[in-house]
């Protein structure tokens, strides 16, 4: 069964695109028809796309990656952090910063910088630092957390990329493509769908467009979570049950050893009576 269907496309409005002139030509092979001067975008070929994007996007969680949502935008904004959040995935909402992703150990650096302010706060040093100086690092705290809080757990480079808008986030889009880093899009009829690794043709105004096809994308996460859960879990339970097969072999091996010493014993005093009595006598 698909993650989503036609109707549910359709109930969100995601087959709107914008008006033809603003159109992009690559699109066309997603374009059903033109209606009152607004193209029309084939859910049909929407479906197959997010099949293919939550396949995709599986298989990065299941292998233990993060996939790195960025969408900036009002109408996506709260929708991305409330799905996004709920599988533990990093996200931008706020402004991206530039080189982010080129330039990562800067942004590792101001995390760090956001941790060290949060020890300081807990410390008992904060309580002598003047009430000027107090407000002043709270707000940098604050502006740290706004832009950078959602990646603050981020270690290392993501291994894919979802965008909303690529003309919005047309900074993201360069950054991933320079590092190699697989996209995921949602592609209205003014983008070029051949500018992302996974495009999803469809309305990237609205929010509950985009609310319908993150959320498949993030249930499809969640299984490829779940999965590696559960391979790890019967790994696990392998390792113990080869590990208990491995003592009960040694053990094994043990009384053998002790039950071939014994009858070897038996053998020689049977074999040498008078050194027998011998012994019995000293």
């Known amino acids: 069964m698909s993650r989503v269907t036609f109707e549910q496309l359709l109930d969100a409005g995601c087959h709107f695109g914008h008006l033809r002139r603003k159109w992009n030509p690559q699109m066309a092979p997603y374009i059903f028809m033109e209606k009152n001067g607004i193209h ?14 939550c396949a995709a996007a599986k298989q990065i969680a299941k292998s233990g990656k993060k996939i790195l949502f960025v969408a900036t935008k009002k109408q996506a904004k709260d929708t991305i952090a409330e799905l996004v959040k709920g599988v533990g995935m990093p996200y931008v909402t706020e402004r991206w910063p530039g080189g982010m992703l080129t330039n990562f150990f800067t ?3 101001a995390v760090k910088k956001m941790a060290d302010i949060d020890r300081l706060m807990a410390s008992p040093q904060f309580a002598n630092i003047s009430k000027r100086e107090k407000l002043q690092i709270q707000r940098e705290r604050a502006k740290l957390e706004k832009n950078l809080g959602s990646i603050a757990d981020l270690s290392r480079l993501p291994a894919a990329v979802f965008i909303v808008d690529i003309l919005k986030e047309h900074i993201a889009v360069a950054e991933a493509h320079r590092l190699n880093i697989p996209t995921f899009a949602i592609v209205d009829t003014n ?24 959320k498949a994308v993030c249930d499809a996460i969640a299984e490829g979570l779940s999965e590696r859960k559960m391979d790890k879990d019967s790994v696990n339970e392998e390792e113990d049950e080869a590990m208990a097969e491995e003592n009960q072999a040694e053990e094994e091996e043990e009384n053998n050893d002790h039950e071939e010493g014994q009858r070897r014993r038996r053998t020689t005093i049977r074999r040498n009576p008078a050194r027998n009595t011998n012994a019995k006598r000293d």
Do not use: C, M, Q, W
């Open 107 to 109: 942004i590792r650096k």
């Open 191 to 214: 983008s070029n769908p051949n500018l992302v690794d996974f495009p999803i043709p469809a309305n990237d105004d609205a929010s509950k467009s985009i609310g319908v096809i993150v």
């Open 40 to 53: 029309i975008i084939d859910l049909y070929k929407t479906v197959d796309k997010v099949e293919e994007a």
